[in-house]
């Protein structure tokens, strides 16, 4: 049974990603450290494409965007600016009998979680993680890793004003990491301590400022429909005056339905004029711009559609996965995007013969220069197939001892099992057809369906 969306439990995710090296514990061979994860060969992969695709969507495609990458570290004004050192806590109580401590607005009731003791009066816990820059450890040397990528964006404004010509509207993007100290974290790479995060800050002239809201948030739930995922399973969530940000005038969370629930995925918010206000009265450097039409200094608008990478991994990691009876087992695959999947198309000989190694591995090293190409040796090819399935593989390409003689393989499609074959000429040309979305059963000269269905 098709497992019905949004309903794979976490335990199957973490499983499978633990199995096929998606993701690991963080030292795990110390115990692991809590929150942190260490993502592997495959995870590495859907990762980076994930990263590739916001960036070629939000960046390469657009006229109006420019990237950046700035440090972790940042001057430790920055903070005092953006209202982290003050804000940026989350409420702390700490159990009287298990010593266990827990966020306070995320409890039912006024008891412990774990045994149900009496809790403390909630204190305020600033998430930032500090540490010291140079050999001494004074307070004078503080410096903070940053929670959101987002203020590198800010206080490079003026650098990108002079530097790139760019008028309003425009926008700045960027990916890295972003460090905090949560107070309670879990449900796998949900909520970690160390995490990425893939952020558009994008300048607006004031006033055209909501109409570009409504299309920052549905730019963004597009992007994540267009990669694949369910529509049934996004819905946008607006913030109630009490959740508002200090800093934002309005703001949504597109939420995805994660196997604990519906929890955010991406926030989009309209931040005003804050950021730059802050920056510019803490720094005394002028962060206007000089509007052409009207002559006049203005402080832009700013929207920030804010996504987190391992949030969007593990989304699509759920959306994509499903289950089918397979005779007498499962059938277990992941329809990931073609454009996510870590391995692209796996080559898988029938047999080790000598004879047949030879061409197989001279299609393998043919096709690694145009995607990442899986080689695959071991087992009978049901369960190569099977493998590759788990691992959300869009393309097998089987060669067969027919093949040493009419100089043609098998492709399989990973979701219909169709199949078809095609000369090894036609072999780069036809999968580069395929992932461009043209029809499986649209063939190259010289081929033919071969095998529909199991
Ligand atoms: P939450 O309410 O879940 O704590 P947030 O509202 O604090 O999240 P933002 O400050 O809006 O999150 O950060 C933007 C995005 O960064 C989030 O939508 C999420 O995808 C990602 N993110 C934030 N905190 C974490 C974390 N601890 N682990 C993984 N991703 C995170």
Redesign the pocket.
Known sequence: MAEAAGKVSMEKIVSLCQRRGFIFPSSEIYGGLSSCWDYGPLGVELKQNVKQAWWRAVVQERDDMVGLDTSILMHPQTWAASGHLEQFSDPLVECKSCHLRWRADELKDNNCPSCGGELTEPQLFNLMFKTFMGPIETEANVVYLR??TAQGMFVNFDNILNTTRKRLPFGIAQIGK?F?N?IT?GNF?????E?E?M?IEFFVKPGTDDEWFDYWLEERRNWYINLGIKDQNLQLRQHTSREL?HYAKKCY?IDYQFPMGW?????V?NRGDFDLVQHASHSGKNLSYHDEETKQHIVPYTIEP???V???VLAFLCDAYDEEPDKEETRVLLHLHPTLAPIKVAVLPLSRRENLAELSKKVYADLRPCWMVQYDDTQSIGRRYRRQDEIGTPFCVTIDFQSLEDNQVTIRERDSMNQIRVPIAELKRTLTAKFEGEDLFVLPPGGQIWKEGK
């Open positions: 929670p959101e972003a905090r949560e974290t790479i949900f909520r970690s301590r995490f995060q952020e940000a969370d929890s955010e995925l991406e926030g918010a804010s996504a987190g391992d949030r969007s």
